[in-house]
């Protein structure tokens, strides 16, 4: 297979990108709505029969050709538009056992029968309904605009992430040899960072996982007579505590590794001495040698602890679930952060200094084992409300992060629309870095825009709607509001500077690699050129060297130093593609042009009646097993006691704008409490 193309020049990326955004607010309510019916009705791994059915009516409707039921409730979609390399974009589906503690109006009161068969709570906890929402949004906005682009998009809706298990088994179903081999795969996944920043990092960005089961066998009797016995209870005991010495006393301190002890069962009474006791473990590692590691420890503790014991039978040890490192190909990752870079702006896009301990299947799609892997890129969008993360405690970035409800929270509940407005134009956006096409010019910065915006009406009231979550043929309300006549920030204010840039009184250097003195030398006495959106095509982003040494990197000095949102005064960011492509846009459409958009439009939506019922309060009281007041409304003063978010899980009134432009919410003096607040 041939080397994967590189992308196109990343501001020509952004303007193809531009041109495609302006039909965003034409699909943006229909992809909300789609994202708040999912929130509602989540679904488990290898149940996601409901959400692959609204997945594969969108492409269908979209006009993709749509496969269903690929490694189990997989979704996929083909869009051939021409010669050109084939992209593919994956989102995964599935929600965790998790009861929803947010208190928002649309929060999952789901129930549903695990693998056990027990009844659990089920909520989207990790964000994979903004995933699959932004999934489709970016393959209606490729189709509806194919003159700017050629090659072939292929869409893949994920089952079973959270099992680490799904893209194995689409892997598996023949996904590639059923419907091609891609050229490049892009994906996304929600974050802590505030709402609406995008983190790439080259290389390692999250680490790998593996969960075994273990079960040693003792003989049981009556607690009173211990010594006729062998305790399968204090075997597994030792277990424990001898596990917890393998990373501190096994593995390297210049490596990262994990051993957790999750779940441990044993007996039925309290004067019975069991005959087997059973334990989950789980491991985490950057390194696929650590984690090999870990494993062998893991094997060898536990039989000797059972011999030890004298245990008369072999205990049993079996790696149930696992998925190794996620690494991202450093020259795609440079591609794609340059195109998000040049579309969103410099203050939008950081690079992270330090991988995440936590673990995706994503890499399986690549191929890891292949003598020739596919390259693949992976980032984060930031979900955190601005307000959330103010008040979050901590000093820096990197605390903050710590302090404010994350995957996996009973309290995890994203700023709606920055956050999914972010997320469609980084997919959209990266893989137009790659299929962009040389035969339509971008239009001049005064052209007339594509298509009407339309942002919908307020989320207020209305009654739960029943029925399709985004249909195309009903006709809005008559009481829609007028169209949106600004895509940014208030007349005379600019957009806020990214909260994770340089602190005061330092500048960031040409080559956006972090901070400089205030006296530092003209940009100009830089050895290398400047550049505004990173490296040359086909230079990755350089990495932290691994053997410790002071290489420059943009994400110490400028991503994790600013402890939180500047004061937009004090700083007027350059203005990105994006900015400048909108103001042309809506500078150019005057109010006869709006009116007739309106009419001939509009009918096109149902976000105005389907958002206000969906979001509309609950009239019988808070869901299943809630707490009516939602969760807290503020931070402690010391930090979140345990298990607590050090924030409102949402709050402040409903971002306006685009994603990167959202500025952190002001006092809400002029607007009634009651309205924005849960």
């Not at 650590?290 to 039978?313: D, F, P």
Request: a negative charge; hydrophobic letters at 35%; aromatic letters at 6%.
């Amino acid at each position: 297979m041939e080397t994967v193309p590189h992308a196109v020049d990343p501001n020509r990326a952004a303007q193809h990108g531009s041109v495609v955004m302006r039909l965003l607010d034409e699909i943006f309510p229909l992809v909300e709505g789609f994202y708040v019916d999912l929130h509602k009705n989540p679904e488990l791994s290898h149940s996601e029969h409901r959400t692959a059915s609204g997945v594969a009516e969108w492409l269908t409707r979209t006009g993709y050709e749509v496969h269903k039921g690929v490694g189990g409730t997989g979704v996929v979609g083909i869009l051939r538009n021409g010669p050109g390399p084939t992209v593919m974009l994956r989102a995964d589906m599935d929600a965790l056992p998790v009861e929803e503690r947010t208190g928002l109006p649309y929060a999952s009161t789901a129930h549903a029968t695990d693998d056990e068969g027990k009844e659990v709570p089920v909520m989207h906890a990790c964000g994979h309904d903004a995933h699959t929402a932004c999934l489709v949004g970016a393959a209606d906005l490729l189709s509806e605009s194919r003159e700017e682009w050629t090659g072939t998009v292929m869409v893949v809706a994920q089952p079973a992430e959270e099992t680490l298990d799904g893209a194995q088994a689409m892997i598996d179903d023949g996904l590639y040899e059923r419907f091609g081999r891609p050229d490049v795969i892009l994906g996304q996944h929600l974050g802590p960072q505030p709402a609406g920043l995008i983190s790439h990092r080259a290389g390692v960005i999250l680490g790998a996982a593996d969960s075994y089961r273990v079960r040693v066998f003792g003989e049981g009797g009556h607690a009173s007579q211990p010594h006729t016995t062998i305790d399968p209870v204090l075997v597994a005991a030792h277990i424990v505590t001898r596990l917890q010495g393998v990373v501190s006393r096994e593995i390297s301190p210049s490596e990262m590794a994990v051993l957790t002890v999750g779940r441990i069962q044993a007996g039925t009474k309290a004067n019975i001495i069991p005959d087997e006791a059973y334990l989950e473990v789980n491991t985490r590692a950057l390194n696929d040698n650590v984690a090999r590691q870990l494993e062998a420890a893991i094997e060898r503790i536990v039989r000797a602890e059972a011999a030890a014991s004298g245990a008369t039978r072999e205990p049993e040890v079996e790696r149930f679930e696992g998925a190794g490192i996620t690494v991202n190909d450093p020259t795609s990752t440079a591609e794609v952060a340059a195109a998000h870079h040049a579309y969103f702006g410099d203050d939008y896009v950081i690079h992270l200094p330090d991988p995440f301990p936590g673990t995706e299947d994503f890499s399986c799609f690549g191929l890891p084992a292949d003598p020739q892997p596919i390259p693949y890129v992976f980032w984060f969008v930031g979900a955190t409300p601005h307000d959330v993360w103010e008040a979050a405690p901590g000093d820096t970035p990197y605390e903050k992060m710590g302090n404010v409800p994350s995957n996996h929270s009973p309290f995890f509940a994203p700023s709606r629309e920055p956050t999914l407005r972010a997320g469609l134009a980084a997919i959209t956006v990266a893989a137009l870095s790659y299929l962009g096409s040389e035969r339509s010019a971008p239009p001049a910065a005064d052209a007339a825009p594509m298509g009407g915006a339309y942002e919908g009406r307020s989320y207020d009231a209305g009654p739960e709607p029943v029925g399709d979550p985004f249909p195309v043929d009903a006709p809005p309300p008559a009481d829609a509001p007028a169209q949106a006549e600004s895509f940014g920030p208030p007349p005379g204010e600019s957009a806020p500077a990214n909260p994770f840039g340089p602190p005061p009184g330092e500048q960031a250097p040409p080559s956006g690699y972090g901070p400089v003195p205030a006296d530092a030398p003209p940009a100009d006495s830089y050895d290398q050129p400047p550049r505004s959106y990173g490296p040359p095509m086909g230079e990755p982003y350089a990495p932290r060297a691994e053997t410790g040494g002071q290489e420059a990197n943009d994400a110490y000095d400028s991503a994790f130093l600013a402890s939180s949102w500047p004061d937009p005064d004090q700083e007027d960011p350059a203005k990105s593609t994006h900015d400048a492509d909108m103001d042309a846009v809506i500078g150019a459409q005057d109010e006869e042009l709006r009116e007739e958009w309106r009419s001939e439009k509009a009918e096109e939506s149902t976000l105005s009646a389907d958002m206000a019922a969906i979001l509309d309060d609950d009239p019988q009281g808070p869901p299943h097993g809630q707490d009516p007041q939602g969760p807290p409304q503020g931070p402690p003063p010391q930090g979140p006691p345990h298990g607590q978010p050090s924030g409102p899980a949402f709050g402040g009134p409903p971002p306006r704008g685009d994603a990167h432009q959202a500025p952190p919410p002001g006092p809400d003096d002029d607007l009634p409490d009651s309205e924005y607040r849960l």
